[in-house]
């Protein structure tokens, strides 16, 4: 069965503190990874999307990177207003042209200052 | 910008109520999707549109039904509302191409509650 896990579920960081959140997939064919921020009682905002292992993306403090089997979400030197679950989600297979996405679960990441 | 709005951000309807939720999209997409979103459970795909008039089956599509007679527009019906039913409900939007996926917009959701 296709899965993604996200781990770990809950991160709390000091302010500066950098760290590494990731996502391990199962798929039959990776076409796209992707990455998203939630805050509380809003939907998803994107982030990023990975296509090809050694792929990396840079925006601010985080940077994302994939390999064949997980990406990671890197975040260097956090503040407090990083506080937020992040999502990760691919899209499997030949996936057509309706980019159905698999998501995890998710990281709960607090910044404290 | 891409813009995708839902039409509640919170409604609260009794049980064996018919509700109905709305997205609309702003950037032109030709796919939109709706989840439910609860606690350790992650999104959920219930149903999505790659066309008007078009739609297909997620993973968790009894109970609901949709509608899309407008690009824009895509509508989420619960036919007769249940207390599982209960939870954040979130739209999205995205290109549909042959290649390289496109990357889904959210909307803000909205949370129901079914009492």
């Known amino acids: 069965e296709d899965q993604v896990t996200q781990s770990p579920e809950a991160l709390r960081l000091q302010e500066g503190e950098s760290s590494s959140l990731n996502c391990s997939y199962t798929?039959?064919?990776?076409?796209?990874l992707f990455w998203y921020r939630q805050d509380p009682g809003k939907g998803p905002e994107f982030l990023f999307t990975?296509?090809?292992a050694g792929e990396e993306k840079e925006k601010e403090r985080l940077k994302a990177t994939l390999t064949k089997k997980e990406s990671f979400l890197h975040i260097t030197a956090p503040k407090p207003e990083d506080s937020a679950t992040y999502l990760c989600?691919?899209?499997?297979?030949?996936?057509?042209?309706?980019?159905?996405?698999?998501f995890g679960t998710g990281t709960l990441l607090a910044v404290q200052p | 910008d891409v813009k995708v709005t839902q039409s509640s951000r919170y409604l609260v309807k009794r049980t064996g109520e018919k509700v109905f939720l709305e997205c609309v999209q702003d950037m032109d997409h030709e796919n939109m999707f709706w989840y439910r979103q609860d606690p350790g459970l992650g999104l959920r795909l219930i149903y999505f549109s790659y066309d008007v008039k078009m739609k297909e089956k997620g993973d968790i599509p009894e109970g609901y039904s949709v509608s899309r007679e407008k690009k824009e527009r895509f509508s989420l019906i619960l036919e007769s509302a249940s207390t599982n039913q209960t939870s954040m409900y979130l739209c999205?939007?995205?290109?549909?191409?042959?290649?390289?996926?496109?990357?889904?917009?959210f909307g803000p959701g909205t949370r129901l509650t079914v009492t």
């Open positions: 989600a691919v899209q499997e297979g030949y996936g057509g042209a309706t980019n159905k996405l698999i």
């Open positions: 990975l296509y090809s």
């Open positions: 798929v039959s064919g990776l076409r796209g």
């Open positions: 999205a939007s995205s290109f549909r191409g042959a290649g390289r996926p496109y990357e889904q917009y």
